[in-house]
């Protein structure tokens, strides 16, 4: 399921919200498709990705940058779904694995490794709340031809 590199090194770093935007288009766009994530978002989750994707850019926009703008629950909105149909540790494992695919194909610098720091938190905390143990081990850098 992983891309593959093309022979473009990125050069940029997350340091706008028009690359936070991009990122999080890329990513969920795979995210969208993959077999196992796909399905929680598209079937059970019942996304709206052209309400999500703004308030997901806001999100991180907010990590990233300390920019007002996103309002929500993650967790909350995680439980919920997880009361339709459980999340487990691989959902977690996958998620984390195309975030880093996208961002490492994309992105170089302090801020793509901060969200990349950022998205392992993410997991491990929805996972200890929601399945009742961390997940998301850190894949370090270069996870591409590693998939969990």
Same mark, same amino acid.
């Given at each position: ?25 890329? =990513? ?30 806001? =999100? ?40 880093y695919e ?20 993410v997991a ?22 590693h998939e969990?």
């Amino acid at each position: 399921m992983s891309r593959e590199r093309d022979d473009r090194t990125p050069t940029r770093d997350l340091d706008d919200p028009q690359q936070v935007a991009e990122m999080v288009r890329r =990513f969920y766009s795979d995210v969208a498709q993959d077999d196992l994530l796909g399905p929680m978002f598209n079937d059970v989750a019942r996304v709206d990705w052209s309400e999500h994707l703004p308030k997901l850019t806001d =999100f991180w926009c907010r990590f990233l940058f300390g920019l007002p703008g996103y309002t929500g629950n993650p967790l909350r909105t995680h439980q919920l779904i997880h009361a339709k149909r459980a999340f487990t540790s691989t959902h977690f494992d996958r998620w984390l694995y195309l975030f880093y695919e996208t961002v490492d194909l994309g992105w170089t610098g302090a801020n793509a490794e901060r969200a990349k720091g950022f998205a392992v938190r993410v997991a491990r905390v929805h996972g200890r709340r929601l399945i009742g143990h961390d997940c998301g081990a850190p894949l370090g850098p270069g996870p591409i031809g590693h998939e969990p």
